[in-house]
C-alpha cells in the first residue's frame, strides 16, 4: 500500500548536517505517520523521529531532539530529516518508515524504505 525510498545519505564530519528525504507513494498513504529509525553495527534498530502526515505532530528521540528536525512536504509526498550538528554516534544506516500505528516501536511499522548510510567523521 505504501512504498517508500529514502536518499541523502553521506560522509560528513562532526558538525555538519545532511538532509534525508523520503519519498512517498501508495493509495493510502496520507493515512499514514512517517518514521525515521537507524540501525549502527551491533547495535538494534532505533527510533529516531516520528511525524503524522496531515496533522505534523512530530515526536523525537531523546538523542536527536533540538538537532535532527522531521517534516514533510505533503505536495511533494516527500519526508525530510534534517540533521544538524552530526555527531559521530549518530552513524548509522537511517530508514524511513509509515504505519497506521501510534508510537515509535519498529516491529509497529508496516513499511519500510531501503536505507541509506549516513557516516560521521570525528
Known amino acids: 500500500q505504501v512504498h517508500l525510498v529514502e536518499s541523502g545519505g553521506g560522509l560528513v564530519q562532526a558538525g555538519d548536517s545532511l538532509r534525508l528525504s523520503c519519498a512517498a507513494s501508495g493509495r493510502a498513504f496520507r493515512n499514514y505517520a512517517m518514521g525515521w529509525f537507524r540501525q549502527a553495527p551491533g547495535k538494534e534498530r532505533e527510533f529516531v523521529a516520528r511525524i503524522n502526515w496531515l496533522g505534523g505532530t512530530t515526536t523525537y528521540a531523546d538523542s536527536v531532539k533540538g538537532r535532527f528536525t522531521i517534516s514533510i512536504d505533503k505536495a511533494k509526498t516527500l519526508g525530510y530529516l534534517q540533521m544538524n550538528t552530526l555527531k559521530p554516534e549518530d552513524t548509522a544506516v537511517y530508514y524511513c518508515?509509515?504505519?497506521?500505528?501510534?508510537?515509535?516501536?519498529?516491529?509497529?511499522?508496516?513499511?519500510w524504505g531501503q536505507g541509506t548510510q549516513v557516516t560521521v567523521s570525528s
Open positions: 518508515a509509515a504505519t497506521t500505528w501510534g508510537g515509535t516501536a519498529a516491529r509497529n511499522f508496516n513499511f
